[in-house]
């Protein structure tokens, strides 16, 4: 329960003028606010027109439904009033619930009332905000799994292993003197070896979740006037890029986001990189080349003139092209470019629109190698990350005193434990819930 049990209201649909708003409230105070309003005796999830009233005044007549604690959203007795859209009538009851003591949520209170009172771990109430975010189908996707204890089934599996071992750790340093075999502590070993495997598994797959969840950042890379801002337009659809035939008109990053093969994408064009005493053109060669360090994939665009010797050397661009980043053969209506070696390659033409379906299914490609999987990410959060971090490296510093002082095992095994936890809140998450629902809007 939140530290003060009082009763809190919010607008659950988008502000503005609509057909419907409602407002959603939770607490103690619920059934007092809605008989006070004209609305008492109502039957549990059953809605009912009432007309409302505040102080002799009409506020509307709304649909009202009552959901009593503890099977609510928050655990907590909680009501809708389904009001008329117009700002008119929302002020009217927000001025009216006040009055009756129902004060406004703050962000994220509702889904933190129900992490308190046990209707969902901290990893679900994450889930929440995601799916409230989500723009396309694999977010959606990923934020259902996250909501439905998909993560959350993953930790309990880990801290299950690591209970199992720490277990035979603390048999061995507590009973000394009873009946148990020898050197048991030393059994955990091929526990503690398959979990930390696991770990390392589950971090080094971390990009993954969150390249759905905040989508995956493909930029183009390439000396001026390769075509990088004609083919940024191409794969936009908008003319979103001035293009000209002066190089160096591009001078700093310019992101579109997109939705691709139901994944978000964050496509960036970028200055072209050379030498150049321009303090204003040198500063955005200077973010191409931080955005380009930072890409999931780049696309390296080169054109005819440019590396004509198959190597790399010409093209400043080469340093920062990766192995399995793409390089975009440019202009082909222009003439041929002869690809360099270790990189696959594709031809295109902006003017004619050749090669521009094939890129278009290549990326498609990609995004799903990369992005999809058998099994749910793991990490979906950078907070999920720093925690499986920390808990790996507590199980192989005890797997390492194993052999050497077990009580001192039991002490690393023990951290682990406690970080693995606080993804989902099973322990010590004070110090972390304002760092998770101050994200929320408000009606949640």
């Known amino acids: 329960m939140t530290a003060k049990a009082d009763t809190i209201f919010a607008l659950a649909t988008p502000p503005g003028r609509g057909a419907i708003a409602i407002l959603r409230l939770s607490g103690p105070g619920v059934d007092a606010a809605l008989t006070a309003l004209g609305a008492g005796g109502l039957t549990p999830r059953l809605a009912a027109l009432r007309t409302l009233r505040h102080d002799g005044e009409m506020v509307d007549q709304a649909l009202v439904l009552r959901f009593p604690g503890p099977n609510s959203y928050t655990g907590e007795d909680s009501a809708e009033l389904h009001l008329h859209g117009g700002r008119a009538?929302?002020?009217?009851?927000?001025?009216?619930?006040?009055?009756?003591?129902?004060?406004?949520?703050?962000?994220?209170?509702?889904?933190?009332?129900?992490f308190q009172n046990g209707r969902m771990d901290l990893a679900q109430a994450e889930a929440v905000a995601d799916l409230i975010d989500a723009e396309t189908s694999a977010q959606k996707s990923q934020a259902l799994g996250q909501l439905d204890g998909a993560l959350s089934a993953a930790y309990a599996g880990f801290r299950r292993d690591l209970l199992k071992a720490l277990s035979l750790v603390e048999a061995e340093i507590d009973f000394p003197d009873e009946e148990v075999p020898d050197n048991l502590a030393r059994?955990?070993?091929?526990?503690?070896?398959?979990?930390?495997?696991?770990?390392?598994?589950?971090?080094?797959?971390?990009?993954r979740g969150r390249r759905v969840r905040e989508g995956y950042r493909i930029v183009l890379i390439g000396e001026t006037n390769?075509?990088?801002?004609?083919?940024?337009?191409?794969?936009?659809?908008?003319?979103?890029?001035?293009?000209?035939?002066?190089?160096?008109?591009?001078?700093?990053?310019?992101d579109a986001e997109l939705m691709i093969g139901g994944y978000a994408v964050t496509l960036s064009d970028t200055a072209g990189l050379r030498d150049s005493d321009d303090l204003v053109e040198a500063e955005g060669i200077r973010r191409a080349r931080l955005r380009a360090e930072g890409a999931d994939l780049r696309l390296w665009v080169r054109a005819p003139g440019v590396g004509q010797d198959?190597?790399?050397?010409?093209?400043?661009?080469?340093?920062?092209?990766?192995?399995?980043?793409?390089?975009?053969?440019?202009?082909?209506?222009?003439?041929?470019?002869?690809?360099?070696?270790?990189?696959?390659?594709?031809?295109?033409?902006?003017?004619?629109?050749?090669?521009l379906s094939e890129l278009h299914d290549w990326i498609v490609a990609r995004l799903a190698r990369d992005l999809?999987?058998?099994?749910?990410?793991?990490?979906?959060?950078?907070?999920?990350?720093?925690?499986?971090?920390?808990?790996?490296?507590?199980?192989?510093?005890?797997?390492?005193?194993?052999?050497?002082?077990?009580?001192?095992?039991?002490?690393?095994?023990?951290?682990a434990a406690d970080a693995l936890a606080r993804v989902t809140g099973a322990i010590g998450v004070e110090d972390i819930l304002g760092e998770v629902f101050s994200t929320f809007c408000i009606g949640k």
Do not use: Y
């Open 187 to 207: 059994t955990a070993g091929p526990v503690l070896d398959q979990l930390a495997a696991d770990l390392r598994a589950a971090l080094a797959d971390s990009d």
């Open 226 to 254: 390769a075509g990088k801002s004609s083919l940024f337009n191409a794969l936009t659809a908008r003319e979103a890029a001035i293009v000209t035939p002066i190089a160096g008109t591009t001078r700093d990053v310019l």
């Open 372 to 415: 999809s999987g058998a099994d749910f990410p793991a990490v979906t959060r950078e907070r999920h990350r720093r925690r499986l971090a920390e808990a790996l490296a507590a199980v192989e510093a005890g797997r390492r005193a194993i052999d050497l002082a077990p009580e001192m095992a039991g002490d690393d095994l023990r951290r």
């Open 89 to 114: 009538v929302i002020e009217a009851a927000s001025r009216a619930l006040i009055a009756l003591d129902v004060r406004p949520a703050e962000p994220g209170e509702f889904t933190r009332r129900a």
């Open 310 to 355: 198959g190597g790399q050397g010409d093209d400043p661009a080469a340093a920062f092209a990766q192995a399995e980043d793409l390089q975009i053969l440019n202009k082909a209506d222009l003439g041929a470019t002869t690809p360099a070696e270790g990189l696959e390659a594709l031809t295109v033409s902006t003017a004619s629109g050749q090669g």
